[in-house]
């Protein structure tokens, strides 16, 4: 029996639909059909129309070969907190019900463009900020648990196999957070490299759109999908995989690491081992101090201030809407933020991240945890960004590469990291990582409804 | 006979209307007539129906007095870069013709809801992005003169007493800019202190909603509908008006004074003589020489960086549509930008945000030119940003005062720059400011076609 194609990654689909062994409409059937039976269990989905999916896949069968674009074919859920001119566009908010902004977000219209089938939209926290929720949303591999947020419905669908590709949003660690949760590969790009244009800003200076596959390729594939400047001096042997014995890796812990969780300490040190085991040098290296107090610290001061600007029509107009955890988090007046505060917060942060560029050019790439342990139990909390925030901050490249499981079953992965604009030479840094990490606790994690054959992570 | 409501300032027309003197849509009347008289002449305007600013102002009527926003009555004109719920959005592009976003940008959204009556879409440049045109949108003052851009109709409206109040934005210096050349008063507040969601970026870390008025009072009014911070210690004392005698301003004449034009000479020895003769203290600075090369240096890279990304989409999939503008100025391979290149201008002018807030706060503002001379002959060049980029680039807020005008009967005037997040206190300075400058050469001025008594500015 052949494998319906939603188990495939979009590397593998659009080789598959460029030979003409495959149509975008059977990838649709076989989409819709995982929809069917996973949605009530899994609701990663907040809408999902099969007319227009199976409309949209046909007229994509109907492009002539010679003006497909390079995402021909692949399945591409998008967070709900990205316009899209034939969906509604809700904002995890009753307030946007049914809301219908009509024109494409731009990272939405360049993946239309470039042959992605949008098969729906995905669940997010009210307005990408809060930790609540959202309902009806549970994690592929205990549906009891979070698939953590705000991404909450992207990093599920890519997980539970019902798309190749996924949108998320990150401001303090909503993709690389959901990626950890659901055991996928994430990232989030350098701050700006994506345009925004058509998401609802949280804070605008640390929005960042966030990519989930189940591949690095994958990965590879949906960002060159953006215009990331690229002219890197010697980007041809950069473009050549490394091997890992002549790799240096900074294992950081971050002032976050305090009383680590038991699943992240294993991790930590079966990674290294793991790594050293393949000739890789690693340092465990400590940040200079003026880095400490930044994640929960001056993020969130950034957070809270910019999020009091892109919320006040919300706030003024439709107040009774709105969570109390926008209302308590945000508009909070007990800890007001004077401008005093504000630019010695961007200050701060701006100054640091030459700094942090520095020390990434050095290493092959950063180690950092992305979460403090597997997924919560509950879909109540959708976890803590404590161990992104920082790094969302400093604007730099994260790529989670998933692998390591806790004691209940659920997956666990860590962070690297790389100077700005550098996510090209990082993913292909991750590429040689994630093989010697993606299976390494592969027979503990629990299982997933699939056909025998199917990969967890393909690298 | 009475003035009708459209020369009035917005808050005299509030005062009318609280009183009940003036019910909004006679407000709409008079302000429909205006536009039936000059539309065609000025062309501020890119799209307005009748009836629904009828509508909207019948609406607006029948609200309850004790529910009544402060912006009650007020008509305001919004930059067609802004996305509005009933009309077209078009951002001076073919590629957005007749598109319908259906959702209101932050903005818009908090006017509406304060009561203002939304008149129209007015005229931009190409994205807010392009200095050629845009069509058939002349200066009221001289016709065969831009209005200055990009927000060319927000300035032209305001100016034409087509409507009392006006959003424009400014990436270079397209707030500033046309609200010299029209002869009216423009703030360009802090970086992300207003929301831009809902508008479409060009460079998003400079893109700043600007506002638009014939008072310093309306300007006033406008700034507090916003979630500024302002919790400024000694804020009772700066709301309170300081008196010219007790100011201390510091002329900067920036590395952009290189052949100052005959107009922008005489507007700067005017002015400083009429604040002198009021008893202000006059210092004339020069900034450090890190801050060289900004204008058309730093702020340029990162206009260009972030062009690239912000019309990807449109750039890759509806290029013809595109102007040679876009082409030249932005994807002009020919000076391809580096990351290096691009993280070196962030993180440099970031280190001089802090450095020109200590300069500012010694000041009780900064005054600086606002353009290079008075609006050039011609619909076809919106006029250089230069003296304003790098203000622009530093965040900090920027408030254009007139009253000054050239040879040709054009106005022209001066900006005054404040710390970052310091507008409040800045347009309380203005106020001052504007009593001595805001009549400095009206009779010199060219004449627009307005009833007898009524004021060019109101200060």
Redesign the interface.
Known sequence: MTIPSNFLTATETIKLVSQGDLTVEQIALDHIKRYDERQTTIGAWVYMDRERVLSEARRLDSIPKEKRGPLHGTVLAVKDMM?TQDMPTQHGSPI?KD?????DA?CV??CR?AGALIFGKTHTTEFACSSIGPKGCGNPYDITRTPGGSSSGSGAAVRDFQCSLAFGTQTGGSTIRPASFNGIFGIKPTW??????GL??YA??LDTVGLFARSIEDLKLFLSI??I????PNSISILQKKPLSNCKFAYIKTDQWVKPSFELSKTWEKSSILLKESGAEIIELKLPKEFEGISGGLAWIINK??G???F??E???QNQLLSSFIHNEIYDNSE????KK??EA??KV??L??II?EIASQYDAIITPSVESEAPLGLGWTGSPKFCAMWTSLHVPCVHIPGFAGDNGMPIGLTLVGP???EQRLLSVAEVVAQVWARADEDKLNKIPVPDGVRHLTV
Chains 1, 2 share one sequence.
């Open positions: 316009n946007y809301s219908h902004p009509g024109v731009a219209a360049i463009a700006g490299a994506i345009s925004t244009w609802k800003p605008p200076t953006f215009d400047p690229s002219n890197i201030s910019e009091k600007v892109s006040q029509n706030f003024q107009n007001e933020i004077s401008k504000i630019t961007y200050d701006a100054s991240r030459p560029d700005r604009y550098d």
